[in-house]
Nanobody, 124 residues
Framework: QVQLVESGGGLVQAGGSLRLSCAAS????????MGWFRQAPGKEREFVAG???????YYADSVKGRFTISRDNAKNTVYLQMNSLNPEDTAVYHC??????????????????WGQGTQVTVSS
């Protein structure tokens, strides 16, 4: 069973950038479709970006052109590069995985492995 650990969150001013990392252990991330989700206080968890086993990527419309998801197989880590951040991006960000399933997964219920989350706060 894979374990996922996020890092890289923090406080940033509007217009700034952050890079989140999701490090995996006990399995190889290239066998997973991986996703990044976020959840703001009082809101439902929402899909942000995904990368499939084939390394093709897909994004929510709200982050397209600003966020980039990538995977480093050597480090067994998935990244989320976030640029042009705005206060609406403030949330706890979670990475998630679904093993041996190469599709555009966007619902939280599509994923069965989750990290604990990392807080991103964007000040205006």
């Amino acid at each position: 069973q894979v374990q996922l650990v996020e890092s890289g969150g923090g406080l940033v001013q509007a217009g700034g950038s952050l890079r989140l990392s999701c490090a995996a252990s006990s399995d190889t991330l290239s066998r997973y479709t991986m996703g990044w989700f976020r959840q703001a206080p009082g809101k439902e968890r929402e899909f942000v970006a995904g990368i499939k086993m084939t390394a093709s990527t897909y994004y929510a419309d709200s982050v397209k052109g600003r966020f980039t998801i990538s995977r480093d197989n050597a480090k067994n880590t998935v990244y989320l590069q976030m640029n042009s951040l705005n206060p609406e991006d403030t949330a706890v960000y979670h990475c998630a995985g679904r093993r041996l399933f190469n599709r555009d997964l966007v619902a939280p219920s599509d994923f069965n492995y989750w990290g604990q989350g990392t807080q991103v706060t964007v000040s205006s």
